[in-house]
């Protein structure tokens, strides 16, 4: 299995870590990041660990948009290190932070700043964009004919799901789907050769993982209840979710 979005680098004692999760069965993890420092920081693991993750780097849109310098260093980042990326993200429209929608105009300029620039470097896109923002991102991917994207954590309304759908974009479900009724619906209207497993770790979860650290070793939990709904063996649920996310991300062996 692939943790298909995790912020890796807000993880202690990672290198433990690593281990206790590939002894449970994780391939890989892909492993976002929030803004400059982070993407310097999850370049850094990729070095120390290149067969486990896919990196990708940018700037969480519920935070700061970056100075110029701080833009321009990140380019120039992104130019240096392509080889060794998978996608740009976690990078998208802000919903929850009020400062940030309050300058909605300016990050959703950004945002279609990163996606020129993400189609430039061709990578694919791991994006943060909920509710009514997600009609708003993906028109943003058509406008620059993105061919490839990643919606993680989506919540949208059933007539944006279909058009994400239809472009042929990603969908990826968090270990909610173990027990809320609006991600069991998501399911319905994704098709499993677009959906992706993720715990967006370490971010926390209610319901039977209060109190549990997020990890991606709640993807079992997330895989037997994929593969419960659409009544299929869950081995080869696991292999058709990690061959979507190889689809899309790439091979790391050729990162």
Known sequence: MIDAHLHLDQYSDIEEEIKKWQE???????????????SYRTLELKQKFPDFIYA??????????????????WLRLLQIERP??????????PYYSAEAVLRFSDYRDFFEQIVRTAAAASLPL????????ASTALHILQKNKIKKAHF?????????????????????????VCYRTRDQKL???????????ETDGPWPFDGPFADV????????HSLKAVASFYHQD??????????????????????
């Open 24 to 38: 449970a069965g994780i391939a890989a993890v892909v492993a976002v990041s929030t803004d400059l420092r982070s």
């Open 152 to 176: 993680h954590w989506l919540k949208a309304e059933p007539a944006i799901i279909e058009r994400i759908v239809a472009c042929g974009y990603f969908i990826s479900i968090t270990p909610e």
């Open 187 to 197: 399911l319905s209207r994704v098709p499993i050769k677009q959906l992706l497993l």
């Open 213 to 220: 650290p997020t990890s991606p070793l709640l993807l079992h």
């Open 84 to 93: 060794h990326l998978s996608a740009i993200g976690e990078v998208g429209l």
């Open 56 to 73: 990708a780097i940018g700037f969480h849109p519920e935070q700061p948009l970056p100075s110029s310098l701080e833009w321009e260093e």
């Open 126 to 133: 791991a994006i943060h964009a909920v509710y009514d923002k």
């Open 234 to 255: 869950i081995k080869a649920t696991a292999n058709t979710i990690a061959a979507n996310t190889k689809r899309l991300y790439g091979s790391l062996h050729h990162c």
